[in-house]
C-alpha cells in the first residue's frame, strides 16, 4: 500500500491550495482518510477526515476553510484549503485507516498508512 500526497507549495496569506491524496494497493473508499499536519517544533495534529461512508470531520482550526472531498473514480482524497494563515504553514499527511471499524479520527494512532508529507508555506 502506497499513498502519495501532492499538492503543497508556497502560497501568500489569503490563497488556496488543493492537496491530493492518492492511493495504489487500497481502496480509499473502504476506510478512512485523514489529512493531518506538522509544523516546525509542533505535534502532528489531525485537520480533517473523511470516512468509508462520506462523514466529514474537520478541525476548529480549519473549518469553514477548509473542505475534504474523495474521488472514488480517481481513489484520491483532495483538501481544498481557502483563505490560508502563515499558521497553516506545515508539513500535510495523508492517513488512511483499514476497514469500517469505528475510530477516533484526529489521532495518528488510528491510522495504518501513511503518506510521504507535502511542504504548505504561507506567506505573510
Known amino acids: 500500500v502506497q499513498l502519495q500526497a501532492s499538492g503543497g507549495g508556497l502560497v501568500q496569506t489569503g490563497g488556496s491550495l488543493t492537496l491530493s491524496c492518492a492511493a495504489s494497493?487500497?481502496?480509499?473508499?473502504?476506510?478512512?482518510v485523514a489529512w493531518f499536519r506538522q509544523a516546525p517544533g509542533k505535534e502532528r495534529e489531525g485537520i480533517s477526515s473523511?470516512?468509508?461512508?462520506?462523514?466529514?470531520y474537520y478541525a476548529e482550526s480549519v473549518k469553514g476553510r477548509f473542505t475534504i472531498s474523495r474521488d472514488n473514480t480517481k481513489n484520491t482524497v483532495n483538501l481544498q484549503m481557502n483563505s490560508l494563515k502563515p499558521e497553516d504553514t506545515a508539513i500535510y499527511y495523508c492517513?488512511?485507516?483499514?476497514?469500517?471499524?469505528?475510530?477516533?479520527?484526529?489521532?495518528?494512532?488510528?491510522?495504518?498508512?501513511w503518506g510521504q508529507g507535502t511542504q504548505v508555506t504561507v506567506s505573510s
Open positions: 492517513a488512511a485507516h483499514e476497514g469500517s471499524r469505528p475510530y477516533l479520527w484526529g489521532m495518528a494512532a488510528e491510522y495504518d498508512y
Open positions: 494497493g487500497f481502496t480509499l473508499g473502504s476506510g478512512a
Open positions: 473523511i470516512s468509508s461512508p462520506g462523514r466529514t
